[in-house]
């Protein structure tokens, strides 16, 4: 059977240290009809160097490059309009795929008859270690859960394009994967949640993820100028989030 035509999107800032791990896991994938589209938000090490000597051996491997600084959201949307794959991959520039990751989930999404879906995955550091932490799947995501505590591993996630078609990232500096789940979850009612681990997240230090404080006021936008969510609804979910991360539930 033809293997359809997976696009991969990574957008990039400043990933040098760790963009060829990220590239070789995708090099590895026992499934090989993919296309890997990274839209560089004008990095100021030499990511661009080190992507473009993948791409001069592996015609598959796309680098383009933002006219000026735009942010993550800008530099997914790119990719994403470039895209010409039946399904749609997502992996952030300092993730690492296992794998059998695209086989497993494609084959996983056909047999089930899902559009939109994403897998299990575990945490490791800097340098690769393992931290013994596994980020579980829930059977499927709504709406309403994912605005809840968004229970979705964004280097997991895969759609049908065929089935959905194309999306426009919100133009949000932080929290824009959640964003664009959930303007995606307005045609497609869930994510399915594979139980597999397929993924490796990594943790850094100094990540935007790690500077909680500041995604408060990113949280309250995405809820109430996005989602456009009643100023009680919208308190309620940045409040609950806050909890979540007061107490290291999440």
């Known amino acids: 059977m033809t293997q359809k035509l997976v696009s991969i999107i990574t957008p990039t800032y400043n ?38 000597e993948y791409s001069k051996n592996d015609a598959r491997i796309q680098y383009h490059l933002l006219d000026e600084n735009s942010g993550a959201a800008v530099a997914r949307t790119t990719a994403m309009k470039l895209a010409k794959g039946a399904y749609m991959a997502f992996l952030d520039s300092d993730d690492i795929w296992l794998p059998e990751k695209l086989e497993k989930q494609i084959a996983w999404m056909e047999e089930n008859d899902y559009a939109f879906s994403c897998t299990a995955y575990e945490q490791i550091d800097e340098d690769d270690v393992l931290l013994g932490k596994k980020i579980k799947t829930i059977k499927k995501t709504s709406y309403n859960r994912l605005l809840l505590d ?17 999306f426009e990232v919100p133009n949000i500096r932080k929290r824009n994967d959640d ?66 991360k007061l107490f290291k539930i999440k």
Request: glycine content about 2%.
């Open 179 to 244: 964003a664009l789940w959930l303007q995606m979850l307005k045609k497609e009612k869930y994510i399915w949640g594979m139980p597999d681990v397929l993924m490796h997240y990594r943790i850094r230090k100094n990540s935007l993820s790690n500077k909680k404080l500041q995604l408060i006021k990113y949280h309250w936008y995405l809820y109430r100028k996005i989602e456009h969510l009643n100023i009680f609804r919208s308190a309620f979910h940045v409040c609950y989030w806050c909890f979540l």
């Open 15 to 52: 990933c040098a240290k760790f963009i060829a791990r990220t590239l070789d896991s995708v090099q590895a994938q026992t499934y090989q009809n993919w296309e890997m589209i990274i839209v560089d938000d004008r990095s100021q090490d030499n990511t661009k160097e080190i992507v473009e």
């Open 150 to 166: 968004c229970p979705v591993g964004n280097s997991t996630v895969m759609y049908n394009v065929e089935k959905m078609g194309k």
